[in-house]
């Protein structure tokens, strides 16, 4: 139980930190640097504790629910090879950490930057130690992302964001085709545990799917580690800050796609398909990689594509797929990482001390910085596979396998000198990086006088490089064991134990490794100048980049084709889309009751009584009116508007629902102000526009006259169809039942708002304070057109002091208002459970109070009385609200349970006493605070526009003084 | 009675339709208004017209709800017609912000000559 508590704190503890890390201050620098480094370190102790476990071929379990309802589990499993590379991971992060506090400038925020580092170690180390492919999946895709801000972290930059969106776009896809694959996988094995999709090899190789698994999970593999012919983000991703490279690029998130080659062989592999996919693209990736590396002036670009190459030849050996070839596999793995995140650091040294990574600049650095220098030299002695060295030791296995493994295809006769070209590129390359940086003449046009790092920054790669020269020395003491270990958990526990020694003898591989070195010195010294005067890339090969198919393919498919689509598909303008919109509407409501909209057998019928027949013919002719009027006489339409809104109030008031009537009321008043506080910026029209008499817009208006009729008629059938049918009882009908003895109040309207269905009016409070924030948002970057800004015609003609005495008597009238107004905002809040009234007609009521203020005076008078602060009242509401709400936790209850009793207060007699009614006093107040703001705002709009008058007034008048 | 509110509800929605398919932004803002008349009308008489029948319950006792118009249409209006009323400010200000930047009230920012 304890280790299963330790492993699940073990998957977690790089998401706590980085969540930690991003709570400390920008400038914490140093303690940034511990809490990543313990948290790191924690995670080793951790693993330390497991070894024992997993050197007897052990495996560790761990599981917590994650997401029950698609039995997907958060399954944890660790074996040896996992083992082996968490270790790796943690290791190589600690030094990154440390190299890092010193590399990062101190304008960097080295808080964000590790907050980001230790979320990446997470995510790695989650594809790791994932039971559950689909786990994996969510891990893999969440480093490319970790990745995309980690390569973009200088994001100023524009290299760095192209950088960083090139790897995104290409590992996140690949990330979907290895998501298919892995869905496809559990399909045919039934199941979405790995260890038992590990062993169902024999059923996936004979399914049909085969095929098109392999090639999709290839697809995520390939495109993770960067291999031909998706290896062109690799370089891109060189724009990051050197710690970054050195960790993704070389120790983990690159090797993460071999790392699943190599874990999934047994499942996957063993097939010609397989062999010739995989050793295919890992020998042509091998090669191709190298001889471009060659050719790069940039330091880090020749880091890269070495990268890339070595990268090729692990995946090579998982093409090849015996347990010998595992374990090679894995045991380069490691090495690869050791030597190239030192390099990677002294790189960084380089580039961070000079000011410059163009290797035909720097020259002769041994001399100023002479340690450096040395550890720089043995990590690509190692690199170039030199004995003595770790990396050797790898790529003679390698050698050995290419020789010695025969599965009889032309591949496999040509593996052998396929190798030897590879290596011989490799030492090269690696010739050059040594002979260029460090030796010749003294660089002196550098950008900086260079000399060595402070000590910190050179521990980590002393470090590394000890440990080549530790494993190369001694194999069989250091990894060998473990290696072991990891590749018996891959291939087997019926793998025999492998030694890995330096000397067998003189044979083949031996020899191959003694031609490259021979060859690779040759070709470095015959073709040293004519590298350094040429373009980044062999002959011809130069020009030849998948980088800018990719950029051509991106172009095409992220703009052209877009735009092309749009001119097609769409429009930018209104009328269309609104034309379209209802037609829809109508179609689909034309469809789906085809044949079904029948009449009732008995029809529902109330006699037709005469007065409220006249209040629809009124009611009609305002709406039809208004349709009319709103282009030429905007104030006509806005009052017939209103007439309208009247007319369906009575309606509503006829019909048994007094709430919606008093409500429509109110709110008939707050929009009819609204409108004519927006009236004012819209342009004068008192003549005709010149084409509507013409004929496309005759044709228009009869087109859309024709839709409209058809829609209100559509509409209108629907409506009489099923308001004649009888009543069916509905949960209204328990709404009616329940309002007292549930909801303690006898208004049952009310009671649905603020107690049964409480949860949506508080999502519609939510709203309109959304909308009231939208509006005011809006309004304060308002500029109104030039021609509005000009005082109103009325305020010009009559400039005398009458003004002020305009319409007197009414505005004195509207002041008294105010009391009985607020009085009348209580008494429906008050009543509102019981009878009509409640919150939503009270907070508007109170709003039209504060309105009417407004309207009879004017703004500068009124604030300069009454303080109405209407954000506060919305948030204070919202609160109310939600703390109701929450107030039934307290008791057990699930959000928004109401509690009603009715209280005894003397004089005023009994009193609903609900919880409801807190809730209540929340949707009021946030009624109140939106409806004002949003009125508040507009005409606050007209006090703006005088001040600009008058600014405009003064500088024309300075104008003319000067 | 049915047949004169369903008449009615066509009328508002018809009118309500045709401002919208206009391409001055006031039009389509008094449409906006009338459409929503007429959608909340039609999903009040869902629960089918109840002349003077409130639903106010008497304090305790037995209810029989057929006695009573269907308060749950009311309660769905209820909150329509305050949300269309934040939703009618929304497209105010866009309109009159729009108007500010583009110079014209036209629905797409300019004219259909230019």
Redesign the interface.
């Given at each position: 139980m304890a280790e299963h508590n330790l492993f699940l704190l073990f998957a977690c503890l790089p998401f706590a930190t980085s969540l930690i890390l991003l709570t400390l201050r920008q400038t914490a620098r140093g303690a940034a640097t511990w809490l990543s480094g313990l948290s790191l370190v924690a995670g080793l102790a951790i693993l330390a504790g497991f070894l024992p476990d997993i050197r007897t071929g052990g495996v560790l379990r761990a599981s917590g629910e994650w997401v029950p309802s698609l039995g997907m589990n958060l399954a944890l499993r660790m074996d040896g090879f996992a083992w082996l590379f968490a270790t790796l991971v943690l290791s190589i992060g600690v030094l990154v950490v440390i190299y890092a506090r010193y590399y990062m400038g101190s304008g960097d925020s080295l808080p964000r930057f590790f907050a980001l580092l230790m979320a990446f170690t997470g995510a790695m180390q989650g594809i790791l130690i994932s039971g559950n492919v689909l786990v994996m999946v969510v891990f893999w895709e969440l480093t490319s992302f970790m990745s995309f801000l980690l390569i973009g972290f200088w994001h100023q930059g524009a290299a760095a964001r192209d950088g960083a969106r090139t790897a995104l776009i290409i590992t996140a896809l690949g990330g979907l085709c290895l998501l298919t694959a892995m869905l496809m996988l559990g399909q045919v094995a039934g199941t979405y545990d790995l260890g038992i999709i590990l062993r169902s090899g024999d059923a996936i190789r004979a399914h049909p799917w085969y095929g098109a698994i392999l090639a999709l999970f290839l697809l995520g593999a390939f495109t993770k580690s960067a291999q031909f012919p998706f290896h062109f983000w690799l370089p891109g991703a060189m724009a990051a800050p050197t710690p970054v490279s050195a960790f993704l690029h070389s120790a983990t998130m690159v090797k993460a796609g071999v790392f699943l080659l190599v874990r999934f062989s047994p499942a996957l592999g063993g097939t010609e398909a397989w062999f010739f996919t995989v050793t295919g693209i890992g020998m042509i990736t091998l090669i191709l990689g190298a001889a471009v590396a060659l050719y790069r002036h940039d330091l880090k670009g020749l880091l890269a594509y070495s990268t890339i190459s070595h990268l090729g030849l692990i995946t090579a050996l998982a093409g090849i797929g015996g347990p010998v070839a595992i374990l090679a596999a894995i045991f380069h793995i490691c090495n690869h990482a050791v030597f190239k995140a030192s390099l990677f650091m002294a790189a960084g040294i380089i580039d961070h001390e000079t000011g410059t990574r163009d290797m035909r600049r720097l020259s002769g650095l041994f001399r100023p910085m002479p340690f450096t220098a040395t550890l720089a030299i043995v990590a690509a002695a190692a690199m170039a596979g030199v004995p003595l060295l770790n990396g050797f030791l790898s790529k003679e296995m390698f050698l050995a396998e290419a020789v010695d493994w025969h599965n009889g295809t032309w591949l496999d006769e040509a593996l052998p000198y396929l190798a030897v070209v590879g290596s011989c590129l490799s030492v090269a390359y690696s010739l050059r990086f040594i002979a260029t940086v460090f030796f010749g003449p003294q660089a002196t046009d550098l950008p900086k006088a260079p000399h060595e790092p402070v000590a910190w920054m050179r521990r980590p790669v002393e470090l590394l490089v000890l440990i080549c020269l530790l494993v190369g020395i001694f194999p069989a003491l250091t990894l060998g064991p473990i290696v072991n270990a990891a590749a018996r958990s891959v291939a087997g526990a019926e793998m025999p134990y492998y030694k890995i020694a330096i000397w067998h003898g003189v044979n083949a591989p031996l020899m191959l490794s003694l031609v490259a070195l021979a060859v690779g010195a040759l070709i470095y010294v015959f073709s040293a100048r004519a590298i350094a005067a040429g373009p980044e890339g062999p002959f011809l090969l130069h020009r030849l980049r998948a980088q800018r198919v990719y950029d051509w393919l991106l172009f095409r498919l992220t703009w052209r084709l877009p735009r092309l689509a749009h001119g097609v598909m769409s429009t930018?303008?209104?009328?269309p889309q609104?034309?379209l919109l209802?037609l829809t509407g109508v179609a689909v409501a034309v469809a789906s009751l085809w044949g079904g909209l029948t009449l009732a057998q008995e029809?529902?019928?109330?006699?037709?009584?005469p007065a409220?027949?006249m209040l629809?013919t009124v009611?009609?002719a305002c709406?039809?009116g208004?349709?009319w009027q709103?282009?030429y006489h905007?104030f006509a339409?806005?009052v017939l508007?209103g007439g309208?809104?009247v007319?369906?109030c009575l309606?509503?008031a006829?019909?048994?629902?007094?709430?919606?009537a008093v409500?429509?009321l109110l709110?008939e008043i707050?929009?009819t102000v609204?409108?004519l506080l927006?009236?004012r910026?819209?342009?004068k029209r008192r003549s005709e526009i010149a084409?509507d008499k013409l004929m496309p817009a005759k044709i228009r208006r009869g087109r859309?006259?024709v839709?409209?009729?058809a829609?209100?008629?559509g509409?209108?059938?629907?409506?009489?169809t099923?308001?004649?049918?009888p009543?069916v009882?509905?949960?209204?009908?328990w709404?009616?039942?329940n309002?007292?003895y549930e909801g303690g109040g006898?208004?049952?309207?009310n009671v649905?708002?603020v107690d049964f269905?409480a949860f949506?009016?508080f999502g519609?409070i939510s709203?309109?304070a959304i909308?009231?924030l939208?509006?005011y948002g809006?309004?304060r970057?308002?500029?109104?057109?030039p021609e509005?800004v000009e005082a109103p015609y009325q305020q010009t003609v009559d400039d005398s002091p009458s003004l002020d005495d305009y319409l007197y008597v009414p505005s004195v009238l509207m002041i008294w208002m105010f009391p009985i107004l607020i009085m009348l905002s209580g008494y429906f809040f008050f009543r509102g459970h019981?009878?009509?009234g409640g919150g939503?007609a009270a907070g508007?009521t109170l709003a039209i109070a504060f309105l009417i203020q407004y309207i009879a005076t004017n703004v500068r008078w009124v604030e300069a009385r009454i303080t109405v602060l209407p954000i506060r009242w919305m948030g204070f509401g919202l609160l109310i609200a939600v703390s109701t709400g929450m107030g039934a936790w307290l008791f057990g209850y699930p959000f928004l349970t109401a509690h009603a009793r009715y209280v005894d207060i003397p004089l005023i007699g009994q009193v609903p006493a609900a919880t409801a009614l807190l809730f209540d006093i929340g949707v009021f107040a946030t009624?109140v605070g939106?409806?004002v703001l949003?009125l508040v705002?507009?005409a606050h709009?007209s006090l703006r526009a005088s001040r600009m008058r008058e600014a405009d007034e003064l500088a024309a008048a300075k104008k003319e003084a000067a | 009675m049915e047949i004169i509110l369903s008449a009615a509800i066509g009328i508002l929605s018809a009118s309500g339709i045709w401002l919208l398919l206009r391409p001055r932004s006031f039009q389509v803002v008094v449409g906006l208004c009338l459409l929503s008349y007429a959608v909340n009308l039609f999903i009040f008489s869902m629960g089918r017209l109840t002349p003077g029948a409130p639903p106010i319950m008497p304090k305790g006792g037995f209810v029989d709800p057929t006695r009573y118009a269907d308060p749950l249409p009311q309660a769905l209006v209820l909150t329509a017609i305050v949300i269309s009323f934040a939703t009618t400010a929304l497209f105010l200000v866009v309109m009159i912000a729009s108007r500010g930047m583009t110079g014209t009230d036209h629905v797409d920012g300019k004219e259909r000559s230019q």
């Open positions: 930018e303008s209104l009328q609104l034309r209802v029809l529902r019928l109330h006699a037709p009584n409220f027949a629809w009611g009609a709406a039809i208004a349709a709103a282009k905007r339409a806005l508007l309208a809104g007319v369906t309606t509503f006829w019909f048994s629902s007094p709430d919606l409500t429509q709110v707050v929009t609204l409108l927006g009236l910026w819209l342009p084409e859309d006259l839709i409209a009729l829609g209100g008629f509409i209108a059938a629907i409506a009489f099923v308001m004649t049918r009543v009882s509905n949960v209204g009908d709404f009616l039942g309002a007292y006898t208004n049952v309207v649905i708002l269905r949506d009016t519609e709203v309109l909308v009231g939208t509006v809006l309004l970057r308002f500029r109104p057109a509005s019981d009878l009509p939503f508007v009624v939106a409806v949003m705002a507009i709009q | -």
